[in-house]
């Protein structure tokens, strides 16, 4: 069963504390993606990475921070910094290789809620 | 850099009516044009998309259509049915090849 994963499906956290969402995928796809979706606006991406141990900001990085040890996998840790983390969170592959269609695929996502 | 306007932002069709969905972009070297559709609490699925260099395609009852010159691009859905409701996304390429999304249209469909 190909894809992308993420989880925990559903997270609840205390204004003050860091919260690490996953994202794995098991597609080799070399680019991965965050974005944040919140009501009645498209996606907005905070970081993505198109190459192990390297990451770029997107256009909403601030209260985020990232890694990407490992090609399939690239978690995104929302920290104390972020003022209004509350929204759904996705994550999206893409394969970088020659032949690519530059379609991003998603995972199913994960709502954070602040409490 | 690259601005992606979307209309309508809700959309409320008979059921076996055409929904046409329009989006316009900013940046002239953008050259993808993916379609989503993303059903409540999922993530989005990849239903269409097309070149800089192909004016229309069309898969079953979806088409897309790109005029570059005026720098829209609009999707279209023939003969709707209940499953068709759901929030449709355009996005366009950046000088960077990333994605910019449009704001998304809620699209119901009524028996």
């Known amino acids: 069963d190909g894809g992308i994963t993420q989880s925990p499906k559903y997270l609840f956290r205390k204004e003050g504390q860091n919260v690490t969402l996953s994202c794995e995928q098991n597609l080799n796809h070399d680019a991965m993606y965050w974005y944040r979706q919140d009501p009645g606006q498209g996606l907005r991406l905070i970081y993505y990475?198109?190459?192990?141990?390297?990451?770029q900001k997107g256009d909403i990085a601030e209260g985020y921070s990232v890694s990407r040890e490992k090609k399939e996998s690239f978690p995104l840790t929302v920290t104390s910094a972020q003022k209004n983390p509350t929204a759904f969170y996705l994550c999206?592959?893409?394969?970088?290789?020659?032949?690519?269609?530059?379609?991003?695929?998603f995972g199913p996502g994960t709502r954070l809620t602040v409490l | 850099g690259e601005n992606v306007e979307q209309h309508p932002s809700t959309l409320s069709v008979q059921e076996g009516d055409s929904a046409v969905i329009k989006c316009t972009y900013s940046d002239s070297a953008s050259n993808y044009f993916p379609w989503y559709k993303q059903e409540l609490g999922k993530g989005p699925q990849l239903i269409i998309d097309i070149r800089s260099n192909v004016g229309e395609k069309k898969d079953q009852r979806i088409a897309v259509t790109l005029n570059k010159t005026a720098k829209h691009f609009s999707l279209h859905i023939t003969e709707t049915q209940p499953e068709d409701s759901a929030v449709y996304f355009c996005a366009a390429t950046d000088s960077w090849g990333k994605l910019q999304f449009g704001a998304g249209t809620q699209v119901v469909v009524t028996p």
């Open positions: 999206a592959s893409m394969d970088l290789g020659r032949g690519s269609t530059d379609t991003q695929y």
């Open positions: 990475s198109q190459i192990v141990n390297d990451f």
